[in-house]
């Protein structure tokens, strides 16, 4: 199989543009994607400082490489889940990648700074693991985000993750979820942090490719709580109909982002206020993470 665009070796085959290509071409479409989502969503500017919340996996570490090889201002943020071993490696992979690059890197351990891990948290509190991590993750993305002064906060997100969030959300016509999903979410208010997913445009296999042609060092598991989740199952089922029709899961996606241009989102808005014990922004009167919280202090 040769490149369509140089004639040397191909490295990736990508039937949705109908194409092959090598390491070198791969790159550059990967880059010229990024550069596109940047630029269509008005994700950033030069000169903004971008704050990278990076796992560890395949398409944080890309997507912080990528914002680096393009000399934008960037720190990574790691949050340390304490899920046992999976955890302990994300980290050291996470460490490692800052280190070869001489890249800032900021750590928080919920075990430190909220006094349990995520499987804690979950049983002290009712809720899926999954759920409890996510209200730690979001909370603290944003809250270190504007504490330190970060123009953007950026996450791996990538076409396969949002067509297939996509597709739960409109199978169960969660409308406020839909309304929310979008590769750049402004920061409608004060202490509210603007928020953008520059991968949107890439599949999650170009991502992996380009991880192994640049040698990035990741963590290849998945999250063990992962296993079985909704989110997975409708990736399955979308990369059944993308090996059918090539094209699909973009068209899927993309399509739903030009319908969603010009829409009033301006409800969506109303119902944010300030939590009366942290002051971060949240849709009820205490958020979820200060309710979290409260658990924690109560057992402990
Ligand atoms: P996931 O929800 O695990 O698919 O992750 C989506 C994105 O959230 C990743 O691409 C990262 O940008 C970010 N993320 C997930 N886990 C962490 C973590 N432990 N620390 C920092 N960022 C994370
Ligand atoms: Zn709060």
């Not at 909220?114 to 993750?137: F, H, I, N, Q, Y």
């Not at 076409?159 to 969030?165: F, N, Q, T």
């Not at 929310?180 to 991502?207: C, M």
């Not at 739903?256 to 014990?277: M, N, P, V, W, Y």
């Amino acid at each position: 199989m040769r490149c369509r665009r140089c004639g040397e070796k191909a490295v990736l085959k990508m039937p949705r543009h109908n194409t092959a290509v090598c390491g070198n071409c791969l790159n550059d479409y990967v880059i010229e994607q990024v550069k596109r989502a940047v630029k269509d969503q008005k994700m950033f500017e030069r000169g903004g400082r971008v704050l990278v919340a990076v796992s560890g996996g395949k398409d944080s570490l890309t997507l912080w490489d990528i914002l680096m090889r393009l000399e934008y201002e960037t720190a990574g943020l790691h949050i340390q889940q304490g899920i046992g071993d999976y955890s302990e490696q994300s980290y050291k992979k996470t460490v490692a990648f800052a280190e070869s690059r001489g890249a800032e890197l900021i750590v928080h351990s919920l075990r430190e700074e909220e006094g349990a891990g995520v499987l804690e948290l979950a049983k002290l509190t009712d809720r899926s693991p999954c759920s409890a991590c996510g209200v730690m993750k979001r909370y603290n993305f944003n809250r270190i985000a504007h504490d330190r002064h970060f123009d953007v906060l950026a996450t791996g997100h990538n076409l396969d993750d949002e067509a297939s969030r996509l597709l739960g959300n409109i199978l169960r016509w969660q409308e406020d979820y839909l309304a929310k999903q979008s590769p750049t979410l402004p920061a409608t208010r004060e202490k509210l942090v603007k928020k953008v997913k520059p991968l949107y445009r890439l599949a999650e296999r170009e991502i992996t490719a380009y991880a192994v042609v640049n040698k990035i060092d990741y963590v290849i598991e998945e999250c063990p709580m992962s296993v079985g989740s909704k989110m997975l199952v409708n990736k399955e089922v979308l990369n059944r109909l993308e090996a059918d029709a090539p094209g699909t899961k973009q068209a899927f996606y993309f399509g739903f982002l030009e319908r969603q241009k010009g829409a009033d989102l301006s409800h969506e808005d109303e119902k944010i206020q300030s939590c009366t014990r942290c002051g971060q922004p949240t849709t009820a009167r205490v958020c979820a993470y200060c309710r979290i919280l409260e658990k924690v202090k109560a057992a402990t």
